[in-house]
């Protein structure tokens, strides 16, 4: 679990990031926290590793406030995965991923066989192991970026725009993979996105943010869609565009057809099945 | 000219060992002396000016007086060798420094930036991650001081140093065109196998770096360091190495 106790933050040039913000993030959990540019998510998820400290208020992982860790040690024992990876170059990809358990004294060759496990983890093969990262494609990247994060099997996953920098389709085949992952590890995960459909798709709990960082909201995906607080979170989630507004309508096929379910705009989006989702939380 | 040369091979092969034997040291200890230097320079900006300027100006230093003033600061005997090998390595840090200071300016923050965040401590990340990644500009500096130290060691023959220095000055006072070719020739194939080892030697330790890899274009890597790109600082001129070579005639 992962508290903030009113955390403030002002950085030397004077600007506010971050004021008087109190949040729980319950354990084994995906909290996203999304906004526009300038509100201070990434800070937020920074001070939780100590790259960033907090003017004042505190931040506790399991009671315990992270100021009293040293910094080293704290980072080491949370994964951190960022835009385009942030892998080292002129390692091997094999070698970035276990580069973390080699820092804490995990012999190299046993760090190494744990780091090709855990590409067949995040779904890479093992040949590309041997490669150096730009020789991977981007989405191959991040892969190896999630795996890197996970090396030291932390209990923490800190995400700051991850799959930013990859195109469309690869960003949505990683959220599955990510979804899919965290299914099976159940990682406190803290995410920062822009991306609001980003963050509908991997959270438990959706934290919107306004300029520093006030939290508009915080709730489940459900809970936020079916009562946004105000005009700026119906406005940040599409409800007031109807985006989000869904209509069913009977298909065509002579009485046969399925019940679809069509978009604000009367486009088709999929169609209604019977009995509820498998997935359902 | 093979005549001269066939006749003296034994000089020729002693003074080109002793000729390398003094550029080595210098060089390998202004390539070890810069890193702290470039490490300083970019703590802050005062430091900054400190060490490029510093470096500058020591390289105004003229040759001569300079060995004429080194036997009195560090305690050598006039003759001694000492006195080039420290001069050497004076000149050597002066453009190393500056070198060193770009090369580790040259690291992307983001790497560094995320190399802090993963759990490097500070020390460890600045030998495994910007050291490392500082490689190809480092090289290129390493490569001009090379090729400027073994110009310059010649000037040595003023201070009764024994290498292929002698050549020009022995040659020029008796005036034997032949053995003055002879030290140029030997000089210049000195220079290339120490550039040479140079880049084959960043090649083996920059594996990542290789020309000729899949990944380098999509990346855009830096370029080849074998024929100096544009994400490394041209040569500075070899100012020093010119006079180096002409101070056989003094």
């Given at each position: 679990?992962?508290?903030?106790?009113?955390?403030?933050?002002?950085?030397?040039?004077?600007?506010?990031?971050?004021?008087?913000?109190?949040?729980?993030?319950?354990?084994?959990?995906?909290?996203?926290?999304?906004?526009?540019?300038?509100?201070?998510?990434?800070?937020?998820?920074?001070?939780?590793?100590?790259?960033?400290?907090?003017?004042?208020?505190?931040?506790?992982?399991?009671?315990?406030?992270?100021?009293?860790?040293?910094?080293?040690?704290?980072?080491?024992?949370?994964?951190?995965?960022?835009?385009?990876?942030?892998?080292?170059?002129?390692?091997?990809?094999?070698?970035?991923?276990?580069?973390?358990?080699?820092?804490?004294?995990?012999?190299?060759?046993?760090?190494?066989?744990?780091?090709?496990?855990?590409?067949?983890?995040?779904?890479?093969?093992?040949?590309?192991?041997?490669?150096?990262?730009?020789?991977?494609?981007?989405?191959?990247?991040?892969?190896?970026?999630?795996?890197?994060?996970?090396?030291?099997?932390?209990?923490?996953?800190?995400?700051?725009?991850?799959?930013?920098?990859?195109?469309?389709?690869?960003?949505?085949?990683?959220?599955?993979?990510?979804r899919r992952l965290q299914q099976d590890l159940g990682k406190t995960v803290v995410?920062?996105?822009?991306?609001?459909?980003?963050?509908?798709?991997?959270?438990?709990?959706?934290?919107?943010?306004?300029?520093?960082?006030?939290?508009?909201?915080?709730?489940?995906?459900?809970?936020?869609?079916?009562?946004?607080?105000?005009?700026?979170?119906?406005?940040?989630?599409?409800?007031?565009?109807?985006?989000?507004?869904?209509?069913?309508?009977?298909?065509?096929?002579?009485?046969?057809?399925?019940t679809i379910v069509v978009d604000g705009d009367g486009r088709p989006i999929g169609?209604?099945?019977?009995?509820?989702?498998?997935?359902?939380? | 000219?093979?005549?001269?040369?066939?006749?003296?091979?034994?000089?020729?092969?002693?003074?080109?060992?002793?000729?390398?034997?003094?550029?080595?040291?210098?060089?390998?200890?202004?390539?070890?002396?810069?890193?702290?230097?470039?490490?300083?320079?970019?703590?802050?900006?005062?430091?900054?000016?400190?060490?490029?300027?510093?470096?500058?100006?020591?390289?105004?230093?003229?040759?001569?007086?300079?060995?004429?003033?080194?036997?009195?600061?560090?305690?050598?005997?006039?003759?001694?060798?000492?006195?080039?090998?420290?001069?050497?390595?004076?000149?050597?840090?002066?453009?190393?420094?500056?070198?060193?200071?770009?090369?580790?300016?040259?690291?992307?923050?983001?790497?560094?930036?995320?190399?802090?965040?993963?759990?490097?401590?500070?020390?460890?990340?600045?030998?495994?991650?910007?050291?490392?990644?500082?490689?190809?500009?480092?090289?290129?500096?390493?490569?001009?001081?090379?090729?400027?130290?073994?110009?310059?060691?010649?000037?040595?023959?003023?201070?009764?140093?024994?290498?292929?220095?002698?050549?020009?000055?022995?040659?020029?006072?008796?005036?034997?065109?032949?053995?003055?070719?002879?030290?140029?020739?030997?000089?210049?194939?000195?220079?290339?196998?120490?550039?040479?080892?140079?880049?084959?030697?960043?090649?083996?330790?920059?594996?990542?770096?290789?020309?000729?890899?899949?990944?380098?274009?999509?990346?855009?890597?830096?370029?080849?360091?074998?024929?100096?790109?544009?994400?490394?600082?041209?040569?500075?001129?070899?100012?020093k190495a010119d006079a180096g070579v002409g101070g056989g005639d003094a």
């Amino acid at each position: 679990m992962i508290e903030f106790e009113s955390v403030s933050k002002r950085f030397d040039d004077g600007t506010m990031a971050v004021e008087d913000f109190s949040l729980v993030l319950p354990s084994r959990q995906t909290t996203v926290f999304v906004g526009s540019s300038g509100c201070g998510k990434t800070t937020l998820l920074r001070m939780v590793n100590r790259m960033v400290e907090p003017t004042s208020g505190r931040v506790l992982i399991d009671g315990e406030d992270v100021a009293g860790r040293d910094k080293v040690q704290l980072r080491r024992s949370i994964g951190y995965v960022l835009q385009a990876a942030g892998l080292l170059p002129h390692r091997k990809v094999v070698d970035n991923v276990a580069t973390v358990p080699v820092l804490t004294g995990t012999a190299k060759a046993k760090a190494r066989e744990a780091a090709y496990e855990l590409l067949d983890t995040v779904g890479l093969d093992r040949a590309l192991g041997k490669r150096y990262p730009a020789q991977l494609s981007g989405g191959q990247q991040q892969r190896v970026g999630v795996a890197r994060a996970l090396a030291s099997d932390p209990n923490i996953l800190l995400m700051d725009e991850p799959f930013g920098a990859v195109d469309p389709l690869v960003r949505a085949d990683l959220q599955v993979e990510l979804r899919r992952l965290q299914q099976d590890l159940g990682k406190t995960v803290v995410f920062v996105t822009h991306d609001i459909d980003e963050a509908f798709l991997l959270a438990d709990q959706v934290v919107i943010l306004k300029k520093g960082g006030v939290v508009a909201q915080a709730g489940s995906p459900a809970e936020i869609l079916a009562a946004p607080a105000d005009d700026f979170v119906a406005s940040f989630v599409g409800a007031d565009r109807g985006k989000r507004t869904l209509h069913l309508r009977d298909g065509d096929g002579g009485g046969k057809g399925r019940t679809i379910v069509v978009d604000g705009d009367g486009r088709p989006i999929g169609v209604l099945a019977d009995g509820p989702a498998d997935g359902a939380r | 000219m093979l005549d001269w040369t066939r006749a003296n091979l034994d000089l020729v092969r002693e003074l080109t060992i002793n000729h390398v034997q003094l550029a080595i040291v210098p060089i390998l200890a202004s390539f070890v002396l810069s890193i702290p230097l470039g490490w300083l320079a970019n703590r802050n900006r005062v430091l900054r000016a400190v060490v490029i300027t510093g470096g500058s100006l020591l390289y105004t230093i003229p040759s001569l007086p300079l060995f004429v003033i080194l036997p009195i600061l560090i305690g050598t005997r006039v003759l001694d060798s000492l006195n080039l090998v420290v001069a050497l390595t004076i000149y050597g840090v002066a453009v190393m420094a500056r070198s060193a200071a770009d090369a580790l300016a040259s690291v992307d923050r983001t790497t560094v930036e995320a190399s802090t965040a993963i759990g490097y401590s500070p020390f460890g990340r600045f030998v495994r991650v910007e050291l490392p990644l500082a490689g190809p500009v480092l090289l290129a500096g390493i490569r001009v001081v090379a090729v400027s130290t073994i110009a310059l060691v010649s000037v040595g023959v003023i201070i009764g140093s024994q290498n292929l220095g002698y050549l020009f000055s022995n040659g020029k006072q008796r005036g034997i065109l032949e053995e003055v070719v002879v030290g140029i020739l030997m000089s210049l194939l000195v220079a290339l196998v120490f550039d040479v080892v140079i880049v084959l030697l960043g090649r083996v330790l920059m594996p990542w770096n290789r020309p000729g890899r899949a990944g380098r274009k999509r990346a855009g890597l830096v370029a080849d360091p074998a024929t100096g790109g544009p994400a490394v600082p041209a040569p500075p001129k070899l100012d020093k190495a010119d006079a180096g070579v002409g101070g056989g005639d003094a």
